[in-house]
């Protein structure tokens, strides 16, 4: 089973800035298609924040996040890292790390990402703004 682990978590102020880390490991030999974030608030459903494609250019974007949040990777170090600039009070959530791991997809299209379900998750990293 594929292990996603989340750091970078915290308390900020409004205007802030925070860098989460997750790093992936335990291959189960299938293969990871898409990775990225996703986060929740007690009583609300998950909802996605940035995903992006491991076999692609594609990348997504909430559009809540759209110029604030940049989506990153280091595939060598099996590495995602979501950069959160200029936060705001409504940013305040449980933030989870979250990949797609299945076997080899005929004719896979990057765009699908923000589509499918997740099947790997971390545990969360807490990011709390303050106004």
């Known amino acids: 089973q594929v292990q996603l682990v989340e750091s970078g978590g915290g308390s900020v102020r409004a205007g802030g800035s925070l860098r989460l880390s997750c790093v992936a490991s335990?291959?189960?030999?299938?293969?990871?298609?898409?990775m990225g974030w996703f986060r929740q608030t007690p009583g609300n459903k998950r909802e996605r924040v940035a995903l992006?494609?491991?076999?692609?250019?594609?990348?997504y974007y909430a559009d809540s996040v759209k110029g604030r949040f940049t989506l990153s990777e280091d595939n060598a170090k099996n590495m995602v890292f979501l950069q959160m600039d200029n936060l705001k009070p409504e940013d305040t959530a449980m933030y989870y790390c979250?990949?797609?791991?299945?076997?080899?997809?005929?004719?896979?299209?990057?765009?699908?990402?923000?589509?499918?379900?997740?099947?790997?998750w971390g545990q969360g990293t807490q990011v709390t703004v303050s106004s």
């Open positions: 979250a990949a797609v791991n299945t076997r080899p997809i005929a004719d896979f299209r990057p765009s699908i990402c923000p589509d499918v379900e997740y099947n790997s």
């Open positions: 335990g291959s189960t030999g299938t293969t990871t298609y898409c």
């Open positions: 992006l494609s491991t076999r692609g250019e594609s990348t």
